[in-house]
């Protein structure tokens, strides 16, 4: 008998969001709740689930980090759904910048217990139900730097990569059950990622001692900067019709490219040979870094 892989009646949209105290995850619980989804929106921090709680959305404090918090959370809300959750968008993320000679083990650990370790076991909490529903949606936001690497963002190209690797994995395995899989490639979107970057950049990277420091200097001086940090830039309402798309189309994509730098690298990376990538992913990095 083949599963039903329909989008949900109106009356069963369910999604869950990770990350919406700013940027992609606040614009995706907005437009979301417009179009009539029950939004779960979760943050990590209680201040940002009190201000979204005061917005009207049904709020919950979820630390990726955490894995009691984030039981916490799926079992909050799979009480107040009766256990039939339809969606999930893993969106909540950060970047650490810092070139890959200068990460510590406790650096490299953090960014992939956010970015990955916190998704897996977010995802795998949820897909029981989804299971015993038949049907659902898994969208994870990933980012160009899933799709080629850039100098001095090693730890967040390697979560990244990595994500890649385990949605590419769960969609093939997921094959069948009603469950759909996809993946979100942003390039630059106007967020508070920029502001994050500098933080974990200072914290976390000896700046000083660094055979870097030049280009770091350079970094900050361009994340630091009023305006968009690089060309193409586009609004979270860029991310989150794709989103949509993921969401509602009988035939959800397993990938969803956004902004130019996106399709642009990805077509490269299928026609460059590997050095010839390099070289224009070198000159990319110094033209931003100067």
């Known amino acids: 008998m083949t ?4 989008s949900a009646p109106e009356s069963e949209r369910t999604v869950l969001i990770t990350g919406c105290s700013s940027g992609i995850g606040r614009r995706a619980a907005e437009m979301l709740a417009a179009r009539g989804w029950r939004v779960f929106a979760t943050a990590r921090k209680a201040d940002d689930v009190h201000r979204l ?3 009207g959305f049904e709020a919950l404090r ?3 980090d955490a894995p009691a918090s984030i039981a916490e959370a799926v079992e909050t809300v799979m009480e107040r759904t009766g256990g039939r959750l339809y969606a999930l968008f893993n969106n909540g993320a950060y970047g650490q910048p810092g070139a890959v000679e200068d990460l510590s083990r406790e650096t490299l650990r953090a960014q992939f217990e956010t970015n990955l370790f916190g998704w897996v076991d977010l995802t795998n909490r949820v897909i029981p139900h989804m299971r015993r529903a038949g049907r659902g949606r898994i969208v994870n936001n990933s980012s160009v730097l899933g799709l080629i690497a850039l100098p001095l963002r090693g730890a967040y190209n390697a979560s990244k990569f990595a994500l890649e690797g385990l949605t590419d994995t769960l969609r093939l395995e997921l094959h069948g059950s009603g469950i759909h899989v996809s993946l979100i490639e942003p390039g630059p979107i106007e967020s508070r990622f920029r502001a994050n970057a500098v933080r974990h950049l200072r914290e976390r990277i000896d700046l000083a001692r660094s055979p870097f420091a030049r280009q770091y200097h350079g970094a900050l001086r361009r994340l630091e900067r009023a305006g968009p940090a690089a060309p193409f830039t586009l609004p979270p309402e860029a991310v989150v019709r794709r989103l949509i798309h993921a969401l509602e189309s009988p035939r959800p994509k397993p990938r ?8 642009l690298f990805a077509m490269l990376r299928r026609l460059l040979p590997t050095r010839a990538l390099d070289r224009i992913l070198r000159a990319v990095s110094a033209r931003e870094n100067v």
Do not use: W
């Not at 969803?256 to 399709?263: D, F, G, L, R």
């Open 3 to 6: 599963a039903n892989t329909n």
């Open 53 to 55: 709680a005061a917005d």
């Open 62 to 64: 979820l630390d990726l």
């Open 256 to 263: 969803y490219y956004v902004t130019t730098p996106t399709y």
